[in-house]
């Protein structure tokens, strides 16, 4: 049992280049987020999907897309990177049970030359 | 708009120094209260959750509190592996967004 999981764990992109962050979780969960981590900024989220077939925007989806492939994946794509784009991603998962309980994965750090 | 604001940012204690940690939050309807653990390079650890105003839960060193407008982190008798970053972060009522706060950088020295 892995809970969540994030590929890849490091990445360095150039402006302009495109690239795609993978998160599964094997808990079941209807709901996933994403967020970024920036120094001084505390956790933003930038995508969530509250089922399977659903996703809506959060505090900063500029320059983002998301996709909930199943149940267990929901991805987040970078068209066009940008050095803003700099950051720590975490992906996370909600139970959406009484209990609430979210989990995040270990995260990917993104270098946006 | 939710906001959640911690205090102090950072807090640097001697091993079994005990102290508290402040979250204050304003959202329409709390849904739940939120407590994580984030070590260097990790992603944030699930403490706690609260849901009323009176509401108490304990994990070890830790016990969370919660009153309408804050919520108090307490540690007891510090380790230096407690030594981490502390969020807090709440859920508004029909909504499935946490909004979360800057954290609390704890240091525990031996």
């Known amino acids: 049992n892995a809970g969540v999981t994030q590929t890849p764990k490091f990445q360095v992109l150039k402006t302009g280049q495109s690239m795609t962050l993978q998160c599964a979780q094997d808990m079941n969960h209807n709901s996933m987020y994403w967020y970024r981590q920036d120094p001084g900024m505390g956790l933003r989220l930038i995508y969530y999907s509250a089922s399977e077939g659903t996703t809506d925007k959060g505090e900063v989806p500029n320059g983002y897309n998301v996709s909930r492939l199943n149940k267990r994946e929901f991805s987040l794509r970078l068209e066009s990177a940008a050095p803003s784009q700099t950051s720590v991603y975490f992906c996370?998962?909600?139970?959406?049970?009484?209990?609430?309980?979210?989990?995040f994965g270990p995260g990917t750090r993104l270098l946006v030359l | 708009e939710d906001q959640v604001t911690q205090s102090p940012e950072a807090l640097r204690l001697q091993e079994g120094e005990s102290s508290s940690l402040n979250c204050s939050y304003t959202?329409?309807?709390?849904?739940?209260l939120f407590w994580y653990r984030q070590d260097p390079g990790k992603g944030p650890e699930f403490l706690f959750t609260l849901y009323s105003a009176g509401e108490e839960k304990e994990k070890e060193r830790l016990k969370a509190t919660l009153t309408k407008k804050e919520s108090f982190l307490h540690i007891t008798a510090p380790k230096p592996e407690d030594s981490a970053t502390y969020l807090c972060?709440?859920?508004?009522?029909?909504?499935?967004?946490?909004?979360f706060g800057k954290g609390t950088k704890l240091s525990v020295i031996p």
């Open positions: 972060a709440s859920g508004g009522a029909g909504s499935y967004q946490l909004t």
């Open positions: 959202v329409s309807g709390l849904r739940g």
């Open positions: 996370a998962a909600m139970t959406g049970t009484t209990q609430e309980t979210q989990y």
